[in-house]
């Protein structure tokens, strides 16, 4: 340790701050991480969360409750109510938890980050980080992949797709989509498997590919069930943290803090160290350090589905299928972003599941809007560190969203009226989605039927955003620096400009591997 305690706190034990710890130890650096949740080692993961089809886990009672984040809710959109926002817990944190889709976001996101002045996140910047992190088994041996890294990529073979995966797929091919084995390949677009994180078909999170063997080190100390309150400041220095562990205060000093706490926490704990909204900080009696957009410019991709009644043959064989395989990214039209748009097979709805009838064989094909410009806000609801904050997600407010996600819903619609899914249906698809076909035939009601049912996909993002550090929406530097404070960084989702062109697991490993070349 140093004399003012360890080298490097860092708070959150997830994609990114389980990889970022367990390098920054592996350096020699004395490194303390802490974890919310319960932290564990990997022979003690319950066999339901290893599982290729999440659905196990979580309707399993015991099992949702230890990983999941049980009262972190949020509103997707301004007409919706605040529903649970599955966020994971514990050592892996989401990682542990999600479906687990091993997605790059397309190298033109980070192409886009480097215009907003991210220095240093240019797309020959990442792509080496994105293949250290992998151990890619078709494609480790390509330049812009990595072999034996901490993280597998898999790929389900077509053989073994489920009956939507195979439905999906073939439509798009019929409908001219191109076909991409490896969309993990810096321009991959059209139709895909998609890869996963997973070996012999068992998960594999952070906490088993970064810290099982860091645990090792005698540079790395992980305390779980551990809250942190907030930073510790000396001026406009951090110097350690706050924590509430069973019940009772405990203060750590460290030379760097190092937030990784995810979308929702990362921003919480800022803003009860005094950092945030001045206005708002000052409404809950907290004193105003540093007056920083926090909580500001949140954003996930909405979803909307098409419910698909499948006959036996189409439907899962074993509870272990995997509840999705494909994947097609694609553009919506003249001047949209490139690969603004995704669709994806579902062979199971584990995002609906609170809503499907037991007994019943449902999946359906997804689509979402993968480039969004929407942005929501997340507030603390009190400075009580238990308590937990308000997320309103606010998707599709601006118009060019709820334009774009219409015709992707509508080209959906007219996808899923072909051969090729009517063949593994025993019910029509009007009857299945009655209200969906009801609101096609106007653009207004189309809106009024996608404000009231979107989801999410837990790809939370943006609510500590980097950028150039004269631009008003900025809270960290191009370094993951707060700003107007030494010794304090963010390295999760939430530092990420806008919500990537992918599921955020792999882009969150990706930050934490290169930010912990950059630590000093």
Known sequence: MTNNGWDVIVVGAGSAGAALAARTAARGRRVLLLEAGPDYRSAEMKDVWRSPNPRLALLDAAASEELIWHDVTAARTDRQAQELYWR??????????????????????????????????????VLPYFARLEDDELFGDDPYHGRGGPIPVYRTPQENWGGVDRALARTCWDAGYRWTEDVNAPRGTGVSPYPINSRDGMRVSVNDGYLEWARDLDTLTVRGDTVVDRVLLDGNRAVGVRAISGGAVRVEHADTVVLSAGVVHSPAILMRSGIGPAAHLRELGIDARHDLPVGQGMQDHPMASVVLMLTEEASSRTPHDRHTNVCVRWTSGPGAPENDMMFVALNENVLAMGSATPGERMGSY?????????????????????????????????????ARMRT???????????????????????????????????????????????????HGTSTCRMGATDAPDTVVDSDCRVLGVDGLRVVDASVFPFVPRANTNLASIMAGELMSDRLT
Not at 89 to 105: E, F, K, L
Not at 371 to 392: E, F, H, I, N
């Open 88 to 125: 994971g817990r514990g050592t892996g944190g989401s990682s542990a938890v999600n479906g687990q889709i091993a997605i790059r976001p397309p190298m033109a996101d980070y192409e886009e980050w480097t215009a907003l002045g991210c220095e240093g996140w240019a797309p020959e910047d």
């Open 366 to 402: 997804g689509v979402w809007l993968n480039r969004a410009y929407s942005r929501g806000v997340l507030t603390l609801t009190s400075a009580d560190p238990t308590k937990q904050p308000l997320v309103r997600e606010r998707m599709l407010s601006e118009p060019q969203d709820l």
């Open 408 to 458: 992707g819903v509508r080209e959906l619609v007219e996808l899923a009226r072909g051969p090729e899914t009517a063949g593994i249906l025993t019910a029509p698809l009007e009857a299945a989605n009655r209200d969906l076909f009801a609101a096609l035939h106007s653009d207004s009601a189309l809106d009024d039927h996608l404000l009231a049912t979107v989801v999410d996909t837990q």
